[in-house]
């Protein structure tokens, strides 16, 4: 009796442990296919001139003004952290200007002549690019709503609206010309990210084409208008 007792034990033991080892195995392979597809990814953006006009190795390079102006393309180092990855995704196989002008410019708009990726190519290349991050972005920092106090801050108390596109209650466009669009950022920039852009844009983007906010806004502000900007187009 005794020994089969045991014999039963070592056989759930076994079967313990043969689970965990297929599991371990079973994890191995899927974190190895995610970085099949990053690989085949970062090929992929090479292969197709992306680094022509974007950068993706972090830290920010741009100190001056003409590190700025004499970029082609935005940043794509924290690319992991700033954006949604299904709205990634589609956007490179169908890329819609999301700054109403050129790139650098105040004058000249948007020619909405940016290349774009077969489907397959834009599945890998937005794995790449969610693989790339900064390290410094907290998840779960900021809770996606219809904030009022985020509202009276984006469009009365400071002069986020002179800038930024959003949509009013009625559907209709608002808002400024000079800075991205913010009309779709609930299905294009990560909550978190909008946040720690705020609190340390120099992390982000040292040169700064948009005011600083820090010292203006509270920690606790900057929450209410990220969780503000962040429910654009969510509903
Ligand atoms: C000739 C320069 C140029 C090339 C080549 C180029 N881009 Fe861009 N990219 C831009 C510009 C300019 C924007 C801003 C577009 C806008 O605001 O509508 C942009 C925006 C983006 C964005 C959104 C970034 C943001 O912060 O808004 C992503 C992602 C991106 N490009 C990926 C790619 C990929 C992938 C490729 C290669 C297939 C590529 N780009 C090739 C110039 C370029
Ligand atoms: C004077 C114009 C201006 C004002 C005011 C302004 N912004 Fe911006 N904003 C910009 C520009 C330009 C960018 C592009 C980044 C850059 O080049 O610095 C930007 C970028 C952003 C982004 C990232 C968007 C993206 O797709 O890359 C967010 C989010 C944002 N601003 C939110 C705000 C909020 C919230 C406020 C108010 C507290 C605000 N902005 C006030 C001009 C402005």
Known sequence: MTLKRRDTNRET??????????????????????QADAAAGQAAFEANGCLDCHYT?????????????????PE??????KFVQDWLTAWLTVPAPIR???????TEENPGDHPALSAD?????????????????ESGTVKV??????RVIFSKKMPCSGCHQYT????????????????EAGKRLNPDWILAYLKQPETFKPVKMMPVFVGL?????????????????TK
Not at 57 to 73: N, S
């Open 217 to 233: 806004l509270s920690d606790k502000d900057m929450a209410n208008v990220a969780s503000y900007v962040a429910y654009f187009g």
């Open 100 to 106: 109403p002008m050129k790139f650098n410019s105040l």
């Open 76 to 81: 794509l180092w924290y690319a992991g952290d």
């Open 145 to 150: 709503k219809k904030n009022a106090k985020g």
């Open 57 to 73: 190795e972090g830290p920010a390079r741009e100190k001056t003004i003409e590190d700025q102006l004499a970029k082609t393309g």
């Open 121 to 137: 190519d834009a599945a890998s290349v937005s794995d790449y690019l969610m693989s790339l991050t900064s390290g410094v972005v």
């Open 168 to 183: 009013g209650r009625k559907g209709e466009p608002l808002g400024g010309n000079s800075g991205p669009s913010l009309a």
């Open 13 to 34: 033991k076994m079967k313990r442990l043969l689970t965990t080892a297929i599991g371990a195995v079973g994890l191995l392979a899927m974190s190895s296919a995610a």
